[in-house]
């Protein structure tokens, strides 16, 4: 298990990167993802900031970006990030209806997919 750095016992820069994190998201205290990250300083730096500009509002609104993030979570199998951006998405309008499809959508995907490495179909003209 990943060691986490409370805010208490962060230094300057972690405590920074911290209040940032809540004060954007307006939470009292960031999550376990952020606490374990914090164990290098510039690592944590760098993905709040990548994730700060990713999941602004763009062409995508930000309940879109989240299930997309949820999808692809599942998909890698990442426990901890499917738990995150299902609340995140719920917090953003998902609904019960919403989180079944794509549930649905992510497991066509994956059994076609599947087939489709399986039997190496070759990729129509029309879609290169």
Not at 85 to 105: F, N, Q, S
Request: hydrophobic share 50%; aromatic share 6%.
């Amino acid at each position: 298990m990943s060691r986490l750095i409370e805010y208490e016992d962060a230094p300057p820069e972690v405590r920074a990167v911290f209040d940032d994190i809540k004060a954007t998201r307006g939470v009292p205290d960031v999550n376990n993802f952020w606490k374990a990250l914090a164990v290098h300083p510039p690592t944590l730096a760098r993905t709040w900031d990548n994730l700060k500009q990713v999941m602004a509002p763009g062409a995508l609104d930000p309940l879109v970006k989240e299930m997309v993030y949820l999808a692809v979570s599942a998909t890698a199998g990442c426990n901890y990030c499917v738990a995150s951006h299902t609340a995140a998405a719920r917090a953003k309008g998902m609904d019960d209806a919403m989180h079944g499809e794509l549930l649905a959508v992510i497991a066509m995907a994956a059994e076609t997919n599947r087939l489709a490495e399986a039997l190496r179909v070759p990729v129509d003209p029309q879609f290169q």
